[in-house]
């Protein structure tokens, strides 16, 4: 018959050997313990930290080896929760695989090694991430200097619409022209025919009527002295 509770002591014992800093026994009856499991990033590596742990419970069953511990995850560093579940899942995994051996310290090996898969997979998508974003950037870059391909139907777009554009600027400006010119009198009179005969249509008055003109300002002319081969100057 199968002492299950000596098996018990003993892997306890062992377990406190090997991870002394690590394992913390909560009860004896019956065993419950934490184990915690860190991997962390050597200090002279350049990138940015990608360390990891995990706090994981034990509790052992009445027939424990035969029948498989409790597991659960109580804590989870820089893990994300469908992380934590696929790592509870592995452990199970692992507790069928080892069922009627003592098997805590199989199960914390083969987690600190997915955990250190993990981790690693985690870096290479994060790397692979930059640089992509890299590239996306470089092509950016290199789009300014390329510029924009033409092919006739572009160039024949871009004519069309330039041949309208100065066509509409040409018009502007001569209407700009037309309003800012001002003319002189002389071109006034050029263009306007109705003032070759203004002064005979002042005299005639506004309605065709006849200017009165008063004679009695011209009666005095006749005393005046004036040599008649002597210019008069106005």
Do not use: C
């Amino acid at each position: 018959m199968t002492d299950y509770k000596e098996e018990q002591d003993n892997e306890i014992e062992a377990l406190e050997s090997i991870y002394p800093d690590e394992i913390k026994v909560l009860s004896t009856e019956p065993y419950t313990f934490t184990v915690d499991i860190n991997i962390t990033d050597s200090p002279n590596e350049n990138h940015e930290d990608e360390s990891v742990s995990i706090t994981v419970q034990f509790t052992y069953t009445p027939s424990y080896p035969d029948e498989g511990p409790l597991i659960e995850i109580v804590n989870a560093n820089n893990l994300d929760d469908q992380e934590t579940d696929s790592l509870l899942q592995f452990m199970q995994s692992q507790v069928e695989e080892n069922l009627g051996m003592v098997m805590v310290f199989s199960i914390v090996s083969a987690t600190q090694e997915k955990l250190t898969e993990m981790r690693e997979e985690r870096k290479k998508r994060k790397e692979e991430e930059r640089e992509r974003k890299a590239r996306e950037l470089e092509e950016l870059e290199q789009k300014k200097f390329e510029g924009t391909k033409v092919t006739i139907e572009t160039f024949l777009a871009w004519k069309t619409a330039f041949d309208a554009e100065l066509a509409e600027a040409k018009r502007k400006a001569g209407l700009q022209r037309e309003v800012s010119k001002k003319l002189t009198g002389r071109e006034l009179f050029m263009r306007d025919s109705t003032m070759d005969d203004s002064d005979i249509k002042f005299l005639e008055g506004e309605e065709g009527d006849a200017v009165e003109v008063d004679e009695s300002l011209f009666e005095d002319l006749d005393d005046l002295d004036i040599d008649e081969d002597e210019d008069v100057t106005t």
